[in-house]
C-alpha cells in the first residue's frame, strides 16, 4: 500500500452554542498499514468560553476527562493550527472517525472562531459505515462492546481513547469481513462514507439559511395586516404541516401570500375562535388518518389541502 498511514481522530467541546463547537481536546492516533499505533495523543486546549453546565454536572454518559481547570491552563486553538493542519494534510495519509461530521465541524468552527484559513482534508466516517452494513445504529462504546474491543484502560469521552477506540473498531471489522483498511475504504460502500470540510461548510450554510427562513415565518405567526392587499382569506386561520416547512422558501411564500390576503399563520391553533372566523390545518393534500382527523376536530380545525387554498388565494 506504498506506506499510507491512518490518522483516527475525535474533538470534544466546551459547548455547541448556538450550533457552533467550541473544542477543548482533540484526540488522535496515527497508525501504519496494519492499523499498528504509531503515535497518539490528546490535544488538550483552552476553548476561550464557558462549559455546558452539563458536562460537569454528572448527568447523564457525557463527561469531560479532565477539569475546567486543567483546559484553562492549556494554551488555545490557534496555538495548535499548524500541528493540526499537517496532522490532516500530510500526503499518503488517510483520516477517519466516528460521527466524523460532527467533528469535521468542529473543526471548520474552531478556524472560523479564530480567523485561520480552513483546513482541506475529507474523513471516512465508521458509524455510516457500519450502520449501513449491519443496519443498525449504534454508539461507539457500543460498537466495540460487539467487536470484543478491550476498552478497559480507555476512557470514554477522552479524545485520544475516543480515536483509539473507533481504530480497534475498524480493527475488528477488518478481521471479521477478511479486508483491508484500505479495501474498506475505497469499496463502493466506502467511498460514499467520506464527508469533506466543504461538504459540511455547505451544509452549515444550508442549516443558517434554513434558520434565517424559519425565523421570518415566525415573524409572521399571528399577524393580520392592516391593509390586506386583498381579503380572499380574510377571519381565516392556519396552521401548516410539517411537510409544508421542510420546504423553508415555498412556506414563506406561502405564509406571506396568506398575510396579504387577509389571512392569519399561527404556529398551532387553540382557544376559541373570535366570531365569524374559521381554523384549517393547511397539508400538501388531505390526511386520510382518521384518529388524526378526529383530534383536529376536537379542536375546531378543519383540514385544507395546497391545491384548496391556491384557489382562494389572488
Avoid at 415565518?217 to 399571528?222: S, T
Avoid at 396568506?258 to 381554523?279: F, Q, S, W
Wanted: with cysteine; net charge negative; hydrophobic share 35%.
Amino acid at each position: 500500500m506504498n506506506h499510507k498511514s491512518f490518522v483516527f481522530f475525535d474533538c470534544e467541546c466546551a459547548n455547541v452554542f448556538d450550533g457552533v463547537g467550541k473544542i477543548c481536546s482533540l484526540g488522535y492516533v496515527i497508525c501504519d498499514d496494519d492499523l499498528n499505533i504509531i503515535e497518539s495523543e490528546d490535544v488538550v486546549m483552552n476553548p476561550e468560553c464557558d462549559f455546558d453546565w452539563y458536562l460537569f454536572s454528572g448527568k447523564g454518559e457525557c463527561r469531560l476527562a479532565y477539569s475546567k481547570d486543567y483546559f484553562r491552563s492549556k494554551p488555545n486553538y490557534e496555538a495548535y493550527y499548524k500541528d493540526i493542519k499537517k496532522l490532516f494534510t500530510t500526503g499518503n495519509r488517510y483520516i477517519a472517525g466516528f460521527a466524523v461530521s460532527n467533528d469535521v465541524g468542529f473543526v471548520n468552527d474552531a478556524n472560523e472562531r479564530y480567523g485561520l484559513p480552513y483546513i482541506q482534508f475529507r474523513a471516512f466516517d465508521l458509524e455510516r459505515y457500519l450502520e449501513r452494513k449491519y443496519e443498525k445504529k449504534q454508539k461507539l462504546s457500543e460498537w466495540a462492546l460487539e467487536f470484543g474491543v478491550d476498552t478497559e484502560k480507555l476512557q470514554s469521552h477522552k479524545s485520544e481513547d475516543d480515536a483509539i477506540m473507533t481504530m480497534l473498531c475498524l480493527k475488528a471489522e477488518c478481521q471479521r469481513s477478511g479486508l483491508s483498511v484500505e479495501e474498506i475504504f475505497t469499496s463502493k460502500e466506502g467511498k460514499d462514507c467520506f464527508v469533506s470540510n466543504e461538504q459540511i461548510l455547505e451544509q452549515a450554510a444550508e442549516r443558517a439559511y434554513r434558520r434565517e427562513v424559519t425565523e421570518k415565518i415566525k415573524r409572521l405567526y399571528n399577524k393580520k395586516s392592516p391593509m390586506p392587499r386583498f381579503k380572499s382569506v380574510q377571519g381565516y386561520r392556519f396552521e401548516l404541516d410539517r411537510k409544508i416547512l421542510h420546504d423553508v422558501d415555498q412556506a414563506f411564500e406561502l405564509v406571506k401570500r396568506i398575510y396579504e390576503n387577509g389571512g392569519m399563520v399561527c404556529e398551532r391553533i387553540t382557544g376559541r375562535l373570535p366570531a365569524g372566523e374559521k381554523a384549517f390545518a393547511l397539508f400538501i393534500k388531505e390526511p386520510e388518518n382518521p384518529h388524526f382527523l378526529k383530534k383536529l376536530k376536537e379542536r375546531g380545525v378543519e383540514t385544507m389541502s395546497l391545491d384548496e387554498l391556491e384557489k382562494l388565494l389572488k
